[in-house]
C-alpha cells in the first residue's frame, strides 16, 4: 500500500474549523482515503473515506485533491471531544487490512 | 447493534503464561482484523479472517501466536509462552465488506510482568 504523511501534531480552538492534512503523492488511481480517529482507551473509530470527489457525513468533509496526492479532513466546528489520534491510511484491496500510520494528536483548547 | 466486544479488557498475566483473547464482531459482519497497539503507535495488524478462514497474517505473528475463529462468529487470539514484549493493547474490528468501515473494538490491555 502506498504510504501517507501527516504532521505529528496539530492544535485548535473550540469551535473553530480544524483541517488536517494528509500527503500521499504516491497514490494509485484504485486506493481508497481512508481516516480515522482514536480517542483515549478506546479503539480507531471511523471518520470518512473516499475515493476521487469529495465527501461529507456527519462527523467531517473529506477534501481530496484534484491530482489525489494529497487530501484534507475538515472538522468544521472542533470541540473539546474531538481531541484525538487522527490517522490516513490508504488501502486498494478490497479485504486487505488498513495499515495505520502514527497519525495526527489533535489537541483542542476551550 | 451492540458493537464490538472484547473481553478481557484487562489482563495482567506473568511471563511464560497463555492467554486467550475473546472478540465477538458484529453479527452480521464476515471480516474480522486483530490489531496490536503499543504506546505512542498506531495499531499494528496482525491477521485477519473472512468468515472462519484465515487468509492474512502478518510477519508480527510468531508461531507464539495463534488465532481461530470457529463457525465465522466469534475469535480467539492466544499467546503461548508470554514475554514482557507482547505487553500491549490488544484490538480486535470487523466489517461487512469492500471498503467498509472497520468497526473497532476498545482493546484488550495485556501486561506482562
Known amino acids: 500500500d502506498a504510504k501517507t504523511t501527516q504532521p505529528n501534531s496539530m492544535e485548535s480552538n473550540e469551535e473553530e474549523p480544524v483541517h488536517l492534512p494528509c500527503n500521499h503523492s504516491?497514490?494509485?488511481?484504485?486506493?481508497?482515503i481512508h481516516w480515522y480517529r482514536q480517542l483515549p482507551s478506546q479503539g480507531p473509530e471511523y471518520v470518512i473515506h473516499?475515493?476521487?470527489s469529495n465527501v461529507n457525513n456527519r462527523m467531517a468533509s473529506l477534501a481530496i485533491a484534484e491530482d489525489r496526492k494529497s487530501s484534507t479532513l475538515i472538522l468544521h466546528r472542533a470541540t473539546l471531544r474531538d481531541a484525538a489520534v487522527y490517522y490516513c491510511i490508504l488501502s486498494n484491496q478490497a479485504g486487505t487490512a488498513l495499515i495505520f500510520g502514527k497519525g495526527t494528536t489533535l489537541s483542542v483548547s476551550s | 447493534d451492540t458493537g464490538v466486544s472484547q473481553d478481557p479488557r484487562h489482563k495482567i498475566t506473568k511471563r511464560g503464561q497463555n492467554v486467550t483473547f475473546r472478540c465477538d464482531p458484529i453479527s452480521e459482519h464476515n471480516r474480522l482484523y486483530w490489531y496490536r497497539q503499543t504506546l505512542g503507535q498506531g495499531p499494528e495488524f496482525l491477521t485477519y479472517f473472512q468468515n472462519e478462514a484465515q487468509l492474512e497474517k502478518s510477519r508480527l505473528l510468531s508461531d507464539r501466536f495463534s488465532a481461530e475463529r470457529p463457525k465465522g462468529s466469534f475469535s480467539t487470539l492466544e499467546i503461548q509462552r508470554t514475554e514482557q514484549g507482547d505487553s500491549a493493547m490488544y484490538l480486535c474490528?470487523?466489517?461487512?465488506?469492500?471498503?467498509?468501515?472497520?468497526?473497532f473494538g476498545n482493546g484488550t490491555r495485556l501486561t506482562v510482568t
Open positions: 504516491t497514490i494509485s488511481g484504485t486506493d481508497y
Open positions: 474490528a470487523s466489517t461487512r465488506g469492500d471498503h467498509s468501515p472497520l468497526h
Open positions: 473516499g475515493l476521487t
